[in-house]
């Protein structure tokens, strides 16, 4: 569904001369592209930049910005729209979820987590291999949040293109999640010390990050 | 020759070589309706290994994967509009139905297969079953419904708002949704589920370990639980709940902030542990301890159910 569903000879500026899908969905990655050359959060900080740059530029895909342009054969898998948008998505939750385990590591001193793994904090599916600097509480937020924002875009700008039933179930979703998020953020503030709603607080948000890369992967016209 | 004859034969050359071609593709038609719209229609049986795999994907309609003694694959597929991308070998088949002017109607696959092939399948709106294949199965669909039944090694599912029905799997198994509803018997292995509003209900199931999670769907489990596993479940407003044989060995974590715990046990609190308005928080051991279980939510209610006791808990 996600693999040539999208991307059969999008790349071949002749084919999408006479396909009108393929042109749609190269002017649509175009778009994507475009916003996220313009996001900071695509050249993320800390250690954790290095091994996910590492890892993609084995697959010759080290700048998001430059993606639309036509990969090598032996990247063929990597430039198709759909996995692009995924591999674009992950990049983001890598991070996030680092940036969860971040908060759970620095927190340790206070009790606050400690002691817990990335699963445990709400890591979900993405995976953590590289050591990161401690960092604050709203730090880690504000980071998410943005990154959170960049996601946010790759919906916006897939929406019309989705069906709209599917884009309102995301849509309700979305917001039990946000109010899942206030509630737990509200009761941490009243506690900040309790390693339980500090988990909560994080699954919540990677709960969010894990939807909206979800979405990200849901193909066009559907 | 004849000039007639040759005439003649001319005339009737194209006939013959459609018929020539038809003979030796029997397996596919393809007409145009009075409408423009394309149908598409493959029906052919060929040998095909144990062990193999198929791959199918369409955006509305159904697929239907049946396991069976044969050694043979029988594929039936059909499109409204569109087109249908195959490839057919005897360790691998792959079906992708694209469209044609950017219209694809109702598509529809079933095919049967010999038990033991793997099965991967993605749909839209399409519903997917996969009975009887007996191994690896990975299916997901955006808001169609999934059933799969009779899968071993690993099993995979996600939907976004269809429900799911999963019975008598094993292996490494995991469910995703986003509201759909998952019920699911006979499970065994280890299980992770994640879901945000969708709720979850295991019936029957011998399960070494479970992770459950959902935002606002209720998590149901009724064992048994195994004395060596770990079982989490965590929600945020969802109910967690659980039913326990009454001489069950167990170390059980509770947690809520604002719901309520209930327990057909009795909860005797520890030094150190809280229980009050807000913040609940409780440790304690049935019996001589062993499985670990865990239910953690925000204001979700936790319950514990007292179940008729078994033969080898302890």
Redesign the interface.
């Known amino acids: 569904m996600t693999r040539d569903h999208l991307d059969h000879d999008v790349a071949d500026e002749s084919h999408r001369a006479s396909c009108a899908e393929c042109t749609a969905v190269w002017t649509e990655l175009e778009g994507i592209s475009a916003q996220a050359a313009r996001l900071p959060l695509l050249t993320p900080s800390r250690d954790l930049w290095a091994g996910i740059e590492t890892r993609l530029a084995r697959h010759g895909m080290t700048d998001l910005s430059a993606s639309v342009a036509p990969r090598p054969a032996a990247s063929r898998w990597l430039a198709r729209p759909a996995v692009r948008l995924a591999v674009a998505a992950s990049l983001l939750v890598a991070v996030s979820a680092g940036i969860t385990w971040t908060y759970a590591k620095s927190s340790a001193p206070q009790a606050s987590a400690t002691g817990r793994s990335i699963e445990e904090l709400g890591g979900n599916r993405a995976a953590v291999t590289t050591v990161v600097q401690p960092a604050s509480l709203d730090e880690t937020v504000a980071t998410m949040d943005h990154e959170i924002a960049a996601l946010r875009l790759l919906l916006d700008e897939r929406r019309e293109r989705l069906d709209p039933r599917t884009v309102s179930v995301l849509e309700a979703n979305m917001q039990l999640i946000d109010k899942a998020i206030a509630e737990s953020k509200a009761a941490l503030e009243a506690d900040p010390s309790s390693r339980f709603l500090a988990a909560q607080y994080a699954r919540a948000y990677a709960s969010k990050i894990t939807l909206l890369r979800d979405v990200a992967t849901i193909p066009a016209g559907t | 020759m004849n000039p007639r004859l040759m005439m003649r034969t001319l005339t009737l050359a194209p006939f013959l070589l459609a018929t020539l071609f038809l003979a030796a593709a029997p397996l596919e038609a393809q007409g145009r309706r009075g409408d423009g719209d394309v149908r598409q229609r493959i029906d052919t049986t060929f040998a095909f290994d144990r062990g193999g795999e198929v791959d199918l ?1 369409l ?1 509305s309609g159904e697929i239907i994967v049946t396991g069976g003694a044969s050694n043979q694959i029988r594929i039936v597929a059909t499109t409204e509009r569109g087109r249908l ?1 195959t490839s057919f070998g005897r360790t691998h088949v792959s079906i ?1 139905a ?2 044609v002017d ?1 219209r694809l109607g109702d598509t529809r696959y079933e095919l049967t297969v010999p038990r033991g092939t793997r099965v991967t399948a ?4 399409g519903d997917i079953r996969v009975h009887g294949t007996g191994a690896a199965v990975e299916v ?1 669909s ?2 169609g419904d999934i059933s799969v039944r009779d899968a071993s090694d690993r099993l995979e599912v996600g939907t ?2 269809g429900d799911l029905t999963v019975a008598r799997a094993s292996g490494r198994l995991q469910f995703e949704s ?2 759909g509803d998952m019920m699911a018997e006979e499970l065994t292995g280890d299980l992770t589920i ?1 879901t ?2 969708g709720e979850m209900t295991l019936r029957r199931s011998t399960l070494a370990g479970i ?1 459950a ?1 959902s ?2 769907g209720d998590l149901e489990y009724d064992g048994p639980f195994s004395p060596t596993g770990t079982y ?1 479940f ?1 929600s ?2 969802g109910n967690v709940e659980f039913g326990l044989p009454a001489n069950a060995g167990a170390t059980l974590q509770l ?1 809520t ?1 604002s719901g309520r715990i209930a327990s057909d046990f009795p909860l005797t609190l520890q030094p150190g542990q809280t229980a009050g308005r807000r ?1 609940r ?1 409780m440790e304690f051991t049935l019996g001589t301890g062993g499985t670990r279980i865990s239910a ?1 939510t ?2 979700g209610n936790i319950t514990i159910r007292r179940l008729p006791a078994r033969g080898n808990q302890e």
């Open positions: 994907s955006v991308v992708e694209r469209s950017n993605h749909a839209v709106s997901h955006v808001s976004v708002s986003v509201s994640e945000i509003s992770r999670s935002m606002s989490r965590n945020h407003s947690e902030f913040n928080r953690e925000f204001s």
